[in-house]
C-alpha cells in the first residue's frame, strides 16, 4: 500500500470523528449516559460528574466503517475489528450496567474476564485456523521482521500466551482511561506504531490501524481536558482489543511490554497497591492507584501527566522501531 493510500483511512477517519462526535456527544447526554464519580477518586475529579460519557460507540462506529469502505479484498483485518469490536461490547455492557442500570460496580471483575476470554478465545482459535496465523513471535532486538529470530510454541500453549496477553492488554487500557485523554492519547501513538510496522511489511491489517490513528486524532479533539466526552469501558477495553489483536497478527506481542508500558506499569501499580494494603493490614505504597492518580495527589496537573506519559510512550514507540 502506497503512502497516499495508506493515509487515506486515517484522513477519513479523522473527519468521519469530527463530523460523528458533536451529532453523538448530545444524543449520550439526552439518554442520561453520563459519568458517574466514585467519591473515593481524586477530589478533583468530582467536577467531571455528568459528563457524557460511552462515548467509545463513537470509536467503534468510525473505525468499522472506515474499514469496511477501504478494506481490499484479502479481508485481513477483520480478525483484529473482531477483536476491537468484541471487547468493547464487553465494555458496552459494563457502561450499561453501571449508567443505566444504576449499578455502580457493573460487571464483577470475574464476569467481565469471562466475556473477555470468550471474545479472545474465538479470536485467537480463527486467526491459528481460518486466517493461517503461525504460532510465532518476534524477539525484540535480534534482526527484525525478516531475519529476527522468534519463538515457536505448540498451538495449544500459543493459544493461552495469546488470551493472556489480550486479557492483559485489555485491562492496561482499562486502567489507563483515567484522565481526559490519556488512554487514546497513549494509544494513538501505539497505533502509529503498528500502523508503520505494518506498511512496511505490507500486512492486511493497514486499514484498520489507520482508522484507528484517524478516528483517535479526531476524538481527542473532545476527550483532551477538559473532556467534552468520555470513552468510558467501551472504547477502553476495544482499545486494548485492538492493541493486542494487531500485535498478535504482527506476530509482536513481546513489544507491547515496549510500547505499551504506560499500560503496564498502570497494571503493575495497581496489583503492587492491592498486594501491599493486604499484606500490611493498610499501608499503601502510592498515594492513589492506578499510578496516574498519584501523580495527581502529589500535585500533578491532567495536562502534565498526560504529556509526560504520551511522551514516555513516544520515546518508547522509537525503542519500538529500533528492536524491529
Not at 477519513?12 to 466514585?38: E, M
Not at 470509536?59 to 477483536?83: H, K, M, N, Y
Not at 500490611?280 to 500535585?299: L, S, V
Amino acid at each position: 500500500m502506497g503512502y497516499q493510500a495508506t493515509m487515506m483511512p486515517i484522513i477519513l477517519a479523522f473527519f468521519l470523528s469530527i463530523l460523528v462526535c458533536p451529532v453523538i456527544i448530545p444524543v449520550l447526554r439526552r439518554f442520561k449516559f453520563r459519568q458517574y464519580v466514585r467519591e473515593d477518586g481524586p477530589r478533583t475529579h468530582l467536577k467531571k460528574a455528568g459528563t457524557p460519557t460511552m462515548g467509545g460507540i463513537i470509536i467503534l462506529l468510525v473505525v468499522s466503517v472506515t474499514v469496511f469502505l477501504l478494506e481490499g479484498e484479502d479481508r485481513e483485518a477483520l480478525p483484529v475489528l473482531f477483536a476491537t469490536v468484541g471487547f468493547g461490547m464487553v465494555g458496552f455492557l459494563d457502561d450499561y450496567i453501571k449508567i443505566i442500570m444504576k449499578q455502580s460496580e457493573g460487571l464483577t471483575p470475574w464476569q467481565k474476564l469471562a466475556l473477555q476470554a470468550v471474545v479472545g478465545l474465538v479470536f485467537v482459535c480463527y486467526y491459528l485456523t481460518k486466517a493461517g496465523g503461525h504460532p510465532e513471535m518476534l524477539i525484540p532486538f535480534t534482526g527484525g521482521l525478516v531475519h529476527g529470530r522468534y519463538i515457536t510454541m505448540p498451538k495449544p500453549l500459543f493459544a493461552l500466551f495469546c488470551l493472556v496477553v489480550m486479557l492483559g492488554t485489555a485491562n492496561g487500557t482499562n486502567f489507563t482511561d483515567g484522565l481526559d485523554g490519556l488512554v487514546s492519547g497513549v494509544t494513538l501513538l501505539v497505533a502509529v506504531f503498528f500502523t508503520i510496522v505494518a506498511a512496511g511489511v505490507q500486512s492486511g491489517i493497514l486499514p484498520i490501524t489507520t482508522a484507528v490513528v484517524g478516528t483517535l486524532a479526531g476524538f481527542l479533539a473532545f476527550n483532551v481536558y477538559p473532556a467534552s466526552v468520555f470513552m468510558g469501558d467501551t472504547g477502553s477495553l476495544a482499545l486494548g482489543g485492538f492493541v493486542s489483536a494487531s500485535a498478535l497478527v504482527l506476530k509482536l506481542p513481546l513489544f507491547i511490554v515496549i510500547v505499551g508500558v504506560v499500560y503496564m506499569i498502570e497494571v503493575l501499580s495497581v496489583m503492587l497497591q492491592v498486594g501491599f494494603f493486604r499484606m500490611t493490614g493498610g499501608k499503601r505504597i502510592f498515594k492513589m492507584a492506578p499510578i496516574h492518580h498519584h501523580f495527581e495527589q502529589c500535585g500533578w496537573s491532567e495536562t502534565r501527566i498526560v504529556t509526560v506519559f504520551s511522551l514516555v510512550t513516544s520515546l518508547c514507540c522509537l525503542l519500538g522501531l529500533a528492536g524491529l
